[in-house]
């Protein structure tokens, strides 16, 4: 069973970068063809996408992140990246990654994906 464990986040001013991490436990899932993502979940409101990509490296972003955040990925490491700079009180947030075996679809959408890491906390400060 594939599982995600995430790391990075934390706290940092306006202005200031974090990148997270989000790597696979195990390294069973189809390297062939999958869709991974990063979604954040802020207090009182629904967990939405933030950018995803799929295993030909195509991504997608959220129209509030395009610009400041890129999503990469290692897969010697089998490891997911969200690097966020240019980083807004209003990035404040839970973020989780999120997996998908997919060899077409990928999309921004939190149904969609089966797999979820535990999510990290990050907090920008104006």
């Known amino acids: 069973q594939v599982q995600l464990v995430q790391s990075g986040g934390g706290s940092v001013q306006a202005g200031g970068s974090l990148r997270l991490s989000c790597a696979l436990s195990?390294?069973?899932?189809?390297?062939?063809?999958?869709?991974m993502g990063w979604f954040r979940q802020a207090p009182g409101k629904e967990r939405e996408g933030v950018a995803v990509?799929?295993?030909?490296?195509?991504?997608n972003y959220a129209d509030s992140v395009k610009g400041r955040f890129t999503v990469s990925q290692d897969s010697a490491k089998n490891t997911l990246y969200l690097q966020m700079n240019s980083l807004k009180p209003e990035d404040t947030a839970m973020y989780y990654c999120a997996l998908e075996e997919s060899g077409v679809y990928c999309p921004r959408v939190v149904g969609f994906f089966s797999v979820w890491g535990q999510g990290t906390q990050v907090t920008v400060s104006s």
């Open positions: 990509v799929d295993s030909d490296g195509r991504t």
């Open positions: 195990i390294s069973s899932h189809n390297h062939n063809f999958y869709c």
